[in-house]
């Protein structure tokens, strides 16, 4: 891309070049290399000043359902979209930096997993320039396919995703910085145990936060699984699995509705069904009553069965209490 048009260091020809291979490579991959793997993910900025903006994009893929051919894009390709007309104004690539196997990991010292479960991670980042423009933009990863052993929607298999996030005028004018999860929401939850998760992000601007419940944004398709050039928005979401599933039933009728707390990000849910689900978050950023920026973030809930561990009632160092309040020394 040319550099005196203000987006970034790369040219025509090369970005040219790039889109050719990649259009070459998805026609030329086998069928297989469709096979679903795709998490979760989102994206976000960082604000460097000269109109210089760090983009960050994490993306997640199952390792245990995925093709060993399903890896991480390399390059990632995103898009760059006015807001005002949703017409596209440049991409640029995300080159892979390698990744990282989420741990499997459980809250309660009291249960047991008896489900295997593996997430990959890795994080794209990229400094391109974003000038300033009326309405500002919206930046967007898309990617083939979720996993076809989702529950809540239906199609999985054939539904990709979308990962975008917005700036708007009062963003680009102040140099602001997106907020940042904290954490990974945990790889798995126990069927019929309570959840109590602290999903908030952090704003290093210190701007004022709203968490929602979101449906997830579809995305590539089988015939075309990691497009070089994402479609432009609005962008179409999920089709719940109803009527067994819905916005207001992410993880079914059964237990406890998954549900956020609009001010401080906390999950709170008792999922009384088995199985596989996405789930998406949205947090819009708020400076003195101005809308500044919206991230989406979705992830899957792996709800599986656990066993209660039974522990000794001769307490040392590092055991636990699990079957009732009485000690006996």
Sequence with gaps: MNQDKGWTKYSPFSVFKLAVLLVSFTLFMPFNAHATHIVGGEIGYRCLGDDQYEIILSVYRDCINAGEDTEFDDPASVGIFLNSTQALVDTFPMFFMGDDTLQEFLLDDCLMVQSPVCVHTTTYRQVITLPF?????????????????????????????????????????????????????????????????????????????????????????????????????????????????????????????????????????????????????????????????????????????????????????????????????
């Design 133 to 329: 423009v009326e309405g500002g933009y919206e930046l967007a990863y898309q990617r083939c396919c979720r996993n076809e052993t989702l529950n809540n929607i239906v199609v999985p298999k054939e539904t990709g995703a979308t990962f975008t996030i917005k700036l708007s005028e009062a963003a680009l004018m102040n140099c602001n910085n997106s907020p940042q999860f904290r954490e990974w929401p945990p790889i798995f939850v126990c069927a019929d145990q309570f959840i109590s998760y602290d999903h908030s992000a952090f704003d290093m601007d210190g701007d004022s936060l709203v968490y929602s419940i979101c449906t997830p944004s579809a995305g590539a398709t089988e015939a075309v699984p990691k497009p070089s050039i994402p479609s432009a928005p609005p962008y179409d979401t999920v089709v719940w699995n109803s009527p067994t599933y819905s916005l207001e039933n992410i993880l079914g009728a059964a237990g406890r509705p998954l549900s956020i707390n609009p001010r401080n990000g906390r999950i709170i849910a008792r999922p009384g069904i088995i199985g596989q689900f996405v789930v998406g978050i949205c947090v819009e950023e708020y400076r003195n009553g101005v809308l500044l920026s919206e991230t989406r973030r979705d992830f899957q809930y792996n709800v599986v069965p656990c066993a209660e561990i039974e522990a000794d009632p001769i307490i040392e160092d590092g055991d636990f209490i699990c079957e009732d309040f009485t000690v006996t020394f």
